[in-house]
């Protein structure tokens, strides 16, 4: 079992920028992908970026050039750094790690952007 800790949460106006973090502990090794969800209030949980054990980078269309998803891979750390906020992306964030098939989340942080 892998845990996760989300941290870097907030409340920003539209355009600022939030940079969350997640940590892990437990079964860490063998995780080959690790990324960020985020729910809004009434709406289903949504993807918003993922990386790969290589590196590879996945967004979703409404987050691409504003958002960065970064990992470091010793460390089984993963950061998201959010630019250019917008009011509509308001949401509890989560941290997600797949281990072999197996997904774990996090707690989830609250990111609040005002207008």
């Known amino acids: 079992q892998v845990q996760l800790v989300e941290s870097g949460g907030g409340l920003v106006q539209a355009g600022g920028s939030l940079r969350l973090s997640c940590a892990t502990s437990g079964r860490v090794f063998s995780i080959n992908e690790m990324g960020w969800y985020r729910q809004a209030p009434g709406k289903q949980r949504e993807l918003v970026a993922t990386i790969t054990r290589d590196q590879r980078r996945n967004y979703a269309d409404s987050v691409k050039g504003r958002f960065t998803i970064s990992g470091v891979n010793g460390a089984n750390t993963v950061y998201l750094q959010m630019n250019s906020l917008k009011p509509e992306d308001t949401a509890v964030y989560y941290c997600?790690?797949?281990?072999?098939?197996?997904?774990?989340w996090g707690q989830g942080t609250q990111v609040t952007v005002s207008s």
């Open positions: 997600t790690a797949d281990r072999l098939g197996d997904r774990s």
